[in-house]
């Protein structure tokens, strides 16, 4: 009885630690040397304490000087002046951020260095970026035809250190070892980013492939 009893837990265990096969999931920080703090995991919890336990965590970052983000380079000569708009890369590397201001686009975009893009649903216009992410509070996308860099075109902004965070708007990015974590709180919508995935949270729910456009991988909708 008792072997059979440690065989059942130990397949229970196994099957806990499964996640769904092609769907982004968040992953947990791991330890560093900086000594930044986890992110919150939310798996077993209801979606509205989910949302604010993020919320809660980024706004519990250390500040950032946003005017130290107002500006982009290629890497070769001068950085352009973003005016309005903020940019920034993680430590990392791996995600690099934009706002669209001058533009009159509400929310960001993102190029995320995923281990595994998002696949292209077809054929498009330009080239297939399955790491583009654009958040704008109430949508959500990941992988985008871009015919051109688009808000990247004068390149990335600074390095944000992590568990440092930026206030932008109605937006709060917070970047930690396991991903940059934003939020809108007037939404009620978060997304986390890192190269395990992209995560959705609040109302943000999957729209099929008829409802999203043509140019996007996945989308995501309040």
Request: charged residues 15%; neutral net charge.
């Amino acid at each position: 009885m008792r072997i059979a009893a440690l065989a059942a837990l130990i397949l229970a265990l196994s099957a806990c630690t499964q996640s769904t096969s092609g769907r982004p999931q968040p992953s947990p920080d791991q330890p560093s040397v900086t000594s930044v703090k986890p992110t919150p995991t939310a798996t077993t919890s209801s979606p509205e304490s989910q949302l604010k336990d993020r919320i809660a965590w980024a706004q519990a970052g250390s500040a950032a000087d946003v005017s130290h983000y107002h500006s982009a380079s290629t890497g070769g000569g001068s950085a352009a002046d973003l005016k309005s708009d903020i940019a920034f890369v993680s430590p990392s590397g791996k995600i690099s951020c934009i706002t669209g201001t001058e533009y009159q686009i509400d929310g960001f975009s993102c190029t995320v260095k995923l281990k595994n893009p998002i696949p292209k649903p077809g054929d498009g216009f330009g080239n297939w970026d399955g790491g583009f992410v654009s958040y704008s509070g109430q949508h959500l996308s990941v992988g985008q035809f871009r015919g051109d860099p688009g808000l990247f075109i004068h390149g990335d902004g600074q390095t944000l250190p992590y568990d440092s965070k930026l206030t932008f708007g109605n937006y709060v990015c917070r970047i930690a070892t396991s991903g940059l974590t934003c939020v809108n709180p007037s939404t009620r919508t978060g997304v986390q980013m890192s190269d395990d995935g992209v995560v959705p949270f609040g109302c943000l729910k999957e729209v099929s492939a008829a409802e999203r456009e043509v140019s996007v991988g996945r989308a995501f909708s309040c």
